[in-house]
């Protein structure tokens, strides 16, 4: 079995401070990690993934997160949040053998404070 | 395709009648997912294709909600006697052949209204 939670369905920051959205999983066995954004009224896209080689994983527009096997987490990052990363953020699990069920958290939607 | 394209973009629909919603994935890939995200909640798996068979239907919510797959190509999601309940986005998405580290591409979804 597997799942993922997404500490704070909302959370808010001013624009220009970190970014930080949690995101802690489980998993019976090595874990598959990403990080999805979806943008109002669009659908979803993939903002970078963890698939067991280095731990720290860069994604786009600046996002970056840390695998971290002891705490069960793949927290998302960025230094200096921007206005046009208000969106809403999902975390997912899978793992490799049998067919690819991803599972999704239930989202943390991050509002940027001018 | 570029991308995932669904259609209808937009449905609105009666309760109790059938609906559906089409999904034309990335050519080439030969893994297809349903997903429902509702108001206000994550995503919710429904059903996986790998080229027309479909392994895994646990996700389906009841014998109302029913998919197939032709051609390891274009997939129709079929909700028969809609219930307001229903009223969700419909999220289809694509991958290459089974393998975990592949990159899912969701299309834009289907914003179903029973009314």
């Known amino acids: 079995a597997q799942s993922v939670t997404q500490l704070g369905s909302h959370v808010s920051v001013s624009e220009g401070a970190l970014v930080l959205l949690r995101c802690n999983y489980s998993?019976?066995?090595?874990?598959?990690l990403f990080w999805y954004v979806q943008y109002p009224n669009q659908g979803l896209q993939l903002l970078l993934k963890?698939?067991?080689?280095?731990?720290l994983v860069k994604g786009i527009n600046g996002f970056e997160a840390e695998f971290k096997k002891s705490e069960t987490s793949f927290h998302l990052t960025k230094p200096s949040a921007h206005m046009s990363d208000a969106a809403e953020y999902f975390c997912?699990?899978?793992?490799?053998?049998?067919?690819?069920?991803?599972?999704f958290g239930t989202g943390t939607k991050l509002q940027v404070i001018p | 395709g570029a991308g995932v394209s669904q259609s209808p973009s937009n449905k609105v629909t009666e309760k109790g009648k059938d609906v559906e919603l089409r999904c034309d994935p990335i050519?080439?890939?030969?893994?297809l997912y349903w997903y429902r995200q509702s108001l206000g909640q994550g995503l919710e798996f429904l059903i996986y294709?790998?080229?027309?068979?479909?392994?895994?239907k646990s996700g389906l919510p009841s014998d109302r909600f029913s998919a197939e797959r032709t051609g390891g190509s274009v997939s129709t999601l079929t909700i028969q006697r809609t219930q307001q309940e229903d009223s969700a986005v419909y999220l289809c998405?694509?991958?290459?052949?089974?393998?975990?580290?592949?990159?899912?591409?969701f299309g834009e979804g289907s914003w179903l209204t029973v009314v």
């Open positions: 963890y698939t067991s080689a280095a731990t």
């Open positions: 050519s080439g890939h030969t893994a």
């Open positions: 294709f790998q080229g027309n068979s479909a392994p895994d």
């Open positions: 998993s019976s066995v090595p874990p598959y």
């Open positions: 998405a694509s991958s290459l052949e089974l393998n975990s580290g592949n990159t899912i591409y």
């Open positions: 997912a699990v899978t793992h490799f053998g049998g067919y690819q069920k991803v599972t």
